[in-house]
């Protein structure tokens, strides 16, 4: 059942134009917000606002996902690089993106679009979190096929050999040698934790199943940004355990890494908001206005 990574990152190539399915990735994310929004918007979850509002949050928030994920990668993983190279700030097509930094660009920018609309910035995250979950699985689906942020060695049967995992000697082979290789089980000491897919399932499906189940009624202000910060600090603390650190570093005790690190602010922050909902009001949907034309 160890399976070999062997999937091309470039999903489409049209002469000189290649797109990559880490690129795919994001816009199925942003696809999917979309769409959920669309429909939070039409139940009137966040009063005041049309279509055309919800796409403004849309665009603001896709500009604070990928300049706050960006800034925020080569600020807590690679400052050497980008001090030596600023440029690699731009090379987003290259990977290299921070949850961290995105969510606090997607905090910035959704602070700013509710200051604009004159609404409680906590009313909008409420919005927002269950809309989140399947970017981020879609995200790390692409980690995976771009054979990256893989996860430590197992002897578990679900193992997956990354090319890039293998030590010097083995690195150096090509595709055709290393698969081999692979068949003639040389390869299965180096089987790896396929991380980026536990992250996929717990980030992603886990946590969209419940946001969106527990948003499907009202619920008390600051209750489902607190469980999305929540989960997703505890979820990301726990696979980290299984996740190569990041650089190859531990930050401290030869196990605790700065993912798990960057992770315990948001786990605080979700149990403060979970303890703030308790006497929070309840924001009550209002439906759109129907227009006169499409009464007739």
Avoid: C
């Avoid at 930050?251 to 992770?263: H, K, N, P």
């Amino acid at each position: 059942m160890i399976y070999f990574h062997d999937i091309d990152p470039i999903a489409i190539s049209l002469g000189p134009i290649q797109v990559h399915w880490y690129g795919i990735m994001y816009l199925l994310g942003f696809a999917s917000a979309w769409w959920l929004g669309k429909r939070r918007i039409a139940a009137g979850r966040l009063p005041g606002v049309n279509t055309d509002g919800f796409s403004d949050l849309l665009f603001y928030g896709m500009l604070g996902v990928v300049v706050g994920g960006r800034v925020g990668y080569m600020l807590f993983y690679a400052l050497s690089d980008f001090l030596a190279n600023p440029l690699l700030l731009l090379k987003v097509w290259d990977g290299g993106m921070s949850f961290h930094g995105g969510l606090l660009g997607v905090l910035g920018a959704s602070w700013w679009w509710s200051r604009r609309h004159r609404l409680h910035f906590f009313d909008t995250m409420d919005f927002v979190a269950p809309l989140v979950p399947l970017g981020l699985g879609f995200g790390r689906i692409g980690n995976f096929i771009g054979d990256e942020l893989w996860g430590k060695f197992t002897d578990g049967s679900w193992g997956v050999v990354f090319p890039t995992g293998l030590p010097a000697p083995l690195a150096q082979l090509d595709t055709a040698a290393l698969k081999a290789e692979f068949a003639a089980g040389a390869l299965n000491q180096y089987a790896r934790h396929p991380s980026q897919l536990y992250e996929a399932f717990l980030e992603g499906l886990v946590m969209f199943v419940v946001l969106w189940i527990v948003s499907a009624k009202p619920r008390n202000r600051y209750l489902i940004s607190g469980l999305f910060a929540l989960m997703y600090g505890l979820f990301r603390f726990a696979v980290e355990f299984v996740r190569m650190p990041d650089n190859g570093v531990y930050v401290a005790f030869d196990w605790l890494t700065r993912g798990q690190i960057l992770s315990l602010p948001l786990v605080a922050l979700g149990l403060v908001l979970l303890w703030l909902s308790r006497r929070a009001p309840v924001l009550q949907p209002v439906l759109p206005a129907v227009s006169a034309g499409a009464k007739a």
